[in-house]
């Protein structure tokens, strides 16, 4: 499974329509890649395969913060490591997500400095397996008309993030093809 739907801190498996089928014939190819023989091949054959993936193109490590984080303080956070989406837990569970388009909704009220994250965050996401092809996480933030998505290991904790930005710049630099 690729992706899933986290809805207030439960974590599912989920199918996007459009991509049915096209999971199957890169099922091959990501098991090469992420095997012991991809280790053994050279480098050269296997660079554009193996950029190809979310967890080689991926923004890590993540700056998460809680679910009682003040708007203030997550603004601070967003500005001092120049990022513009904060996973959000509680008790290290993956929760939800704000963005810096949700601050900005708000932060003309009177109330921003009394607003915690829990008030105005995100809890219906998608998230991404990190070894998911990036052509499909390109496609479903095309799709859902997303800008970016937490990138999650196999015991579901919050490894990373990938934006509509990481793809661009995968491309620009020549490791997508």
Same mark, same amino acid.
């Given at each position: ?21 096209e ?5 091959l ?5 992420h ?24 923004n ?28 959000l837990?509680?008790?290290? %569970?993956?929760? !939800? &997500? @704000? +963005?810096?388009? #949700?601050? =900005? $909704? ?27 092809p ?18 999650i290991?196999?015991?579901? %904790?919050?490894? !990373? &993030? @990938? +934006?509509?930005? #990481?793809? =661009? $710049? ?8």
């Amino acid at each position: 499974m690729a992706f899933f739907l986290s809805t207030n801190g439960q974590i599912h498996p989920y199918n996007f329509k459009y991509l049915e089928g096209e999971f199957e014939h890169v099922r091959l190819e990501r098991t090469e890649i992420h095997s012991e023989l991809s280790k053994k091949m050279p480098k050269k054959q296997t660079l554009a395969q193996k950029e190809s993936f979310a967890i080689n193109i991926m923004n890590h490590p993540v700056f998460s913060l809680s679910v009682n984080s003040s708007l203030v303080e997550i603004q601070k956070l967003m500005r001092d490591k120049k990022i513009r989406h904060i996973p959000l837990t509680d008790e290290q %569970k993956f929760i !939800g &997500m @704000i +963005s810096d388009r #949700d601050l =900005l $909704k708000v932060e003309d009220s009177g109330t921003f400095i009394f607003l915690k994250a829990k008030n105005i965050m995100t809890t219906v996401v998608v998230l991404v397996e990190e070894e998911t092809p990036v052509i499909h996480i390109a496609r479903v933030l095309l799709e859902e008309n997303l800008s970016a998505l937490p990138v999650i290991d196999k015991s579901h %904790k919050v490894v !990373g &993030m @990938i +934006s509509r930005t #990481d793809i =661009l $710049k995968a491309v620009m630099n020549n490791r997508l093809y």
